[in-house]
């Protein structure tokens, strides 16, 4: 897929409705988001996305076109096994993943985001990985590879504004009196130039170099001697979707018999969306 505006802009009002987007390859934005969903539930997984023109993934609550709309909240996410390479598109880049909200009308979806077994290769300088905007209740991260390539330094995090709404205030109580998202966080791989790397991420891997098989020709799988090979989490925790341990590893390009790959099993696996290569 390419996108020339939304690439893929899903919108349902209908309680617990599911967008499942698997094995794909989205590269060459000319517009808009690669994905933009509304969705009360949504899985993104084993895909591969390459040069969005702004953000890979945008995943936002409902609208409240022409009055009160249905509300499906808490909305749920499950982002496993991805591979999101910012690329050199032309477009001005935004953050990789946008998490929450967009503004007054859609103050937040109120649910958890799952990000387990994804790399991020981030090129475009003054962007962020993870961005969360309005009212989010947890963003977990496990096993996920976070690379900086030729850009310096760059921000991995970053909670960015709330809209008030008529259900603020219940939400804020319901968390504790402070409406922040809970963070939590094990076993990823962060460059050593990211900031705004959250405090509450544990056994956190940080270096210069993954030691992937050939980054330049989008090889991304761990060598035997990466820092990645066999450094994953395991078991991890249940998605709200989905396990968050993916079966297959993306592909760039589209594969002649149509089939994903599967993805090796491990007794300890690597960190990131590939096993590490024999």
Same mark, same amino acid.
């Given at each position: 897929?390419?996108?020339?505006?939304?690439? =893929?802009?899903?919108?349902?009002?209908?309680?617990?409705?599911?967008? *499942?987007?698997?094995?794909?390859?989205?590269?060459?934005?000319?517009?808009?988001?690669?994905?933009?969903?509304?969705?009360?539930?949504?899985?993104?997984?084993?895909?591969?996305?390459?040069?969005?023109?702004?953000?890979?993934? *945008?995943?936002?609550?409902?609208?409240?076109?022409?009055?009160?709309?249905?509300?499906?909240?808490? &909305?749920?996410?499950?982002i496993v096994g991805?591979?999101?390479?910012?690329?050199?598109?032309?477009?001005?880049?935004?953050?990789?993943?946008?998490?929450?909200?967009?503004?007054?009308?859609?103050?937040?979806?109120?649910?958890?985001?799952?990000?387990?077994?994804?790399?991020?290769? &981030?090129?475009?300088?003054?962007?962020?990985?993870?961005?969360?905007?309005?009212?989010?209740?947890?963003?977990?991260?496990?096993?996920n590879v976070f690379?900086?390539?030729? =850009?310096? *330094?760059? /921000?991995?995090?970053?909670?960015?504004?709330?809209?008030?709404?008529?259900?603020?205030?219940?939400?804020?109580?319901?968390?504790?009196?402070?409406?922040?998202?809970?963070?939590?966080?094990?076993?990823?791989?962060?460059?050593?130039?990211?900031?705004?790397?959250?405090?509450?991420?544990?056994?956190?891997?940080?270096?210069?170099?993954? *030691?992937?098989?050939?980054?330049? /020709?989008?090889?991304?799988?761990?060598?035997?001697?990466?820092?990645?090979?066999?450094?994953? &989490?395991?078991?991890?925790?249940?998605?709200?979707?989905?396990?968050?341990?993916?079966?297959?590893?993306?592909?760039?390009? =589209?594969?002649?018999?149509?089939?994903?790959? %599967?993805?090796?099993?491990?007794?300890? %696996?690597?960190?990131?969306?590939?096993?590490?290569? /024999?």
């Open positions: 897929s390419y996108s020339g505006g939304s690439g =893929i802009y899903a919108h349902s009002r209908q309680p617990g409705t599911l967008l *499942k987007i698997e094995n794909c390859y989205f590269h060459d934005g000319t517009g808009g988001y690669f994905i933009r969903s509304r969705n009360p539930r949504n899985l993104i997984r084993c895909n591969w996305f390459e040069g969005p023109y702004h953000s890979a993934v *945008k995943i936002i609550n409902e609208l409240t076109w022409g009055g009160e709309a249905p509300d499906l909240r808490p &909305m749920h996410t499950d991805n591979v999101f390479d910012q690329g050199r598109s032309p477009g001005p880049k935004y953050d990789v993943l946008q998490l929450g909200a967009e503004g007054a009308e859609t103050p937040g979806t109120e649910g958890d985001f799952h990000v387990a077994h994804n790399l991020f290769v &981030m090129t475009a300088k003054n962007t962020v990985a993870l961005r969360v905007n309005g009212n989010v209740d947890r963003l977990r991260a496990f096993n690379l900086g390539v030729g =850009i310096g *330094k760059y /921000k991995l995090y970053e909670r960015g504004p709330v809209w008030e709404d008529r259900r603020r205030e219940a939400f804020k109580r319901k968390r504790a009196g402070n409406g922040e998202p809970i963070i939590e966080g094990a076993n990823n791989w962060i460059s050593a130039d990211a900031l705004d790397v959250p405090g509450e991420f544990k056994d956190t891997i940080r270096g210069g170099n993954p *030691k992937l098989v050939d980054p330049l /020709k989008s090889d991304f799988r761990p060598r035997a001697d990466s820092p990645l090979a066999g450094a994953g &989490m395991q078991p991890l925790p249940s998605g709200q979707i989905a396990d968050l341990t993916p079966e297959f590893e993306p592909r760039r390009g =589209i594969p002649a018999d149509l089939k994903p790959t %599967p993805r090796r099993k491990a007794a300890k %696996p690597a960190v990131g969306p590939f096993e590490t290569a /024999k």
